[in-house]
């Protein structure tokens, strides 16, 4: 099972990405993906969450209104357009597979908040936003 982020760069403000999370080992489509971020300095923290059949999707209050996470489990790979973005979205960005049971949209929202449940982390790609 690996998992792999692409997509990072350097944008300016105001500017678009679109980052890929492809896996390998397994089909995607019976599984949630979470998207987090960890800035220089500061604590991991969760971006945005899909379940899997992605009808379900959270996301960050920083990020709301201006990414748009989605999955295209023919091709195994999550995305997430980024659109708008801030200085303060510079990060490196990585993918994760959510590893426990599905109770509800509401716990396993609050599992993308805190990381916690979620594994077979990818590398990360570096985001670098511009002012």
């Known amino acids: 099972v690996q998992l792999q982020a692409f997509g990072g760069g350097l944008v300016q403000s105001g500017g678009s990405l679109r980052l890929s999370c492809t896996i390998s080992?397994?089909?995607?489509?019976?599984?949630?993906i979470g998207w987090f971020r960890r800035a220089p300095g500061k604590e991991r923290e969760g971006v945005s969450c899909?379940?899997?059949?992605?009808?379900?999707?959270y996301y960050s209050d920083s990020v709301k209104g201006r990414f748009t996470i989605s999955r295209d489990d023919a091709e195994n790979t999550v995305y997430l357009q980024m659109n708008s973005l801030k200085p303060e979205d510079t990060a490196v960005y990585y993918c994760?597979?959510?590893?426990?049971?599905?109770?509800?949209?509401?716990?396993?929202?609050?599992?993308?908040?805190?990381?916690?449940?979620?594994?077979?982390w990818g590398q990360g790609t570096l985001v670098t936003v511009s002012s």
């Open positions: 994760a597979l959510y590893m426990a049971a599905y109770y509800s949209d509401n716990y396993f929202f609050s599992r993308c908040v805190t990381s916690k449940d979620f594994g077979s």
């Open positions: 080992g397994f089909n995607l489509d019976v599984y949630a």
């Open positions: 899909i379940n899997s059949n992605g009808g379900s999707t």
